[in-house]
């Protein structure tokens, strides 16, 4: 079970201690990025995948503080572009199928472009997905789950029955979108029958050890009992 936070508060952080995961000075992230990612034909494609991990690792971060209550629909887009924009600069990438075929830019704004498209026209979770397409590709899962979160974040169960349903590489669109729903609501997201004798294995033989990742960041982030 995921522990309560309850009573908890995140440890305030001083000059000797560690920031917050991504709050570096935006030069030394793109250094960063640049340096881990150089080298190979794949460049560009590191750099955005990259850049939409530490996107999302902030945006959770934040999250765990909103004490279950979402953050309104335009906060989704608004804050990831404002992230990843500045992370990922302007390396151009193509979608390979959709409504969106032709595009050519940076992730950002091509998430930027189609959920804002989406939302303007109140398309549905399967209606959205089916226009840029959900499989296992960058500029397919990342709009997908945006857009999930920006219809559903308030609908807990909805928003983890859209991503499952609608999308096509729904284990990596439903995970990332059950990590967003948890951070913010935490276990009270889900009913008991959907948590109850979960194994919290990370491989075959670990039973548990998701319970003891979660209790250490606990105890690293937090204070508590």
Aim: glycine fraction near 8%; aromatic fraction near 10%.
């Amino acid at each position: 079970m995921v522990r309560e936070r309850s009573g908890f508060r995140r440890k305030r952080s001083t000059d000797a201690d560690s920031a917050d995961p991504v709050a570096t000075p935006a030069d030394r992230r793109r250094e960063g990025l640049e340096r881990d990612s150089a080298g190979g034909d794949d460049h560009p494609k590191k750099i955005a995948s990259i850049s939409d991990c530490m996107a999302f690792t902030a945006m959770l971060w934040e999250l765990l503080d909103r004490k279950g209550k979402a953050p309104g629909r335009k906060w989704w887009l608004g804050r990831y572009v404002e992230i990843a924009a500045d992370l990922e600069g302007d390396f151009e990438y193509e979608p390979r199928g959709g409504r969106f075929l032709g595009f050519k830019g940076p992730l950002w704004k091509y998430v930027q472009e189609t959920l804002t498209w989406a939302d303007s026209n109140d398309l549905s979770i399967v209606e959205a997905c089916d226009a840029w397409h959900s499989g296992a590709f960058l500029l397919e899962t990342v709009p997908s789950v945006l857009y999930i979160l920006m219809r559903h974040a308030e609908e807990p169960i909805e928003a983890m029955v859209r991503a499952v349903n609608d999308t096509k590489d729904n284990d990596i669109v439903g995970a990332i979108v059950g990590a967003a729903i948890v951070a913010v609501y935490e276990r009270e997201a889900f009913s008991l029958q959907w948590v109850t004798d979960l194994s919290g294995r990370t491989s075959l033989d670990d039973d548990g050890r998701v319970f003891e990742i979660i209790e250490a960041a606990w105890k690293t982030f937090w204070d508590g009992k």
